[in-house]
């Protein structure tokens, strides 16, 4: 439905533009020269049209990426907090010198907008899954900030819609490929020989919440905020969107992140994937290990690399390869487009390419950081199958696949 509708809409300026040029005489005021573009805008028809859906911390600098671009109109936001949403509205309405931006309190009626061809999703983690699986169902392209998953059983729901609906959906690590490269260029040029393994070392896990009821302000819908996670009274700290996974922010708490091991492990585990090259694979085994109270893991590969988590006296990244072996050396993937990983994902809206940090290969890294958290939770060694998202033989595991929503948000 959406495919045919941008089509249209896209079609519809084209055939506009050509008819005003043909009577320009007669109707010289139907096409503005803004729609028509110049060196710095694309013209109007070449524009991706976008909308913004959670518009805090990292939604703002998400929104600021994407309106800096010539090839986007930027037409609406979406915030379940009044004052994000209105300070979202002001600088789009800022930056186009005119007041047509939209804004929404639920992102249902921004997925239901025929003319918009791809949003970005930067809530809390527990929305992601829902929101870019709606988003495809409703034909929009979606970049979706990281940990694009909350649970293991999310991740192959939202591959499925992806390639189903045909969608182009992007993880939004920037960190993987332009903060890690140095650590990856060596294990790709060879250099390092046949790479046996490598560490990553983030945390914490998230824990419970048992904030104390606050008073609800006016200016926050609570019930659309907590969306599928449990009923819980509204407490600032337990809704503020700060970087810290301490307490003080929904980074912290289990209903709506992994902690600090989902949030900054998609980062590490993102650029550790991509530098031993198995972004496209899952582990087939995570090990446990407890040395005198020092918990970590391995995860072992069924190419025989691992990769270990919190391995003790071992730097984060560090990689362990074998110097003077012979190792062909690959070109290192990098972004389509010009302008980072936003522009990475608005080419490939062009293009329908895979972006760099596909959804497939986004949920691959972030799976790590959903082992890592059900082995430590089960102080245990766990078998994994990539095929059927399953911990063979093992209920007590596959029970900590997904968490329970709040009806009506089931994915």
């Known amino acids: 439905m959406h495919r045919t509708s941008s089509t249209s809409r896209r079609d519809f300026l084209k055939t506009a533009s050509a008819v005003t040029t043909t ?235 992994g902690g600090g091991l989902t949030d900054w492990g998609a980062h590490h585990f993102g650029g550790a994937t991509f530098a031993i090259d198995v972004r496209e694979l899952q582990p087939v085994e995570v090990q446990y290990h407890n040395d005198n109270g020092r918990q970590h893991l391995t995860f072992l590969y069924p190419n025989g690399i691992t990769l270990t988590h919190n391995k003790p006296d071992t730097p984060n990244l560090h990689v362990t390869g074998t110097p003077g072996e012979k190792r062909d050396p690959k070109p290192v993937p990098g972004y389509k487009g010009q302008g980072g990983i936003y522009g990475d994902f608005i080419e490939c809206v062009k293009t329908r390419e895979k972006p760099f940090r596909d959804i497939e290969l986004a949920v691959n890294s972030v799976a790590l950081s959903h082992l890592a958290a059900i082995a430590y939770e089960l102080r245990r060694s766990l078998k994994w199958d990539q095929a059927t998202q399953q911990f063979p033989g093992d209920a007590a595991a596959n029970r900590l696949l997904d968490r329970p929503r709040r009806e009506p948000w089931q994915v």
């Open 23 to 257: 009577a320009a005489v007669a109707a010289p005021y139907v096409i503005t020269s803004k729609a028509l573009g110049d060196e710095k805008t694309a013209p109007a028809s070449d524009r991706i049209v976008m909308a913004g859906i959670g518009l805090g911390n990292m939604g703002s600098g998400d929104q600021g990426a994407f309106l800096g671009r010539g090839d986007v109109q930027y037409v609406a936001v979406c915030d379940v907090r009044k004052e994000f949403l209105n300070r979202a509205k002001d600088k789009t309405d800022q930056h186009y010198n005119n007041k047509d931006c939209q804004a929404y309190n639920d992102f249902r009626e921004i997925l239901s907008r025929g003319d918009i061809d791809a949003v970005h999703v930067a809530t809390p983690d527990h929305w992601h899954a829902i929101m870019v699986i709606e988003a495809c169902r409703n034909g929009k392209d979606v970049y979706c900030q990281k940990p694009e998953t909350r649970t293991l059983r999310e991740g192959p729901l939202m591959v499925s819609a992806a390639r189903r609906y045909g969608r182009v959906v992007s993880g939004g690590s920037q960190r993987v490929l332009e903060d890690y490269r140095k650590i990856v260029d060596p294990c790709w040029s060879g250099e390092l020989g046949p790479i046996k393994s490598i560490n990553v070392e983030v945390g914490p896990l998230s824990q419970i919440c048992n904030l104390p009821e606050e008073q609800t302000p006016d200016n926050i819908d609570w019930d659309l905020w907590l969306g599928p996670a449990p009923w819980a009274p509204y407490n600032k700290a337990r809704c503020d969107g700060n970087f810290g996974t301490g307490g003080g922010s929904w980074r912290s708490y289990v209903d709506y992140s």
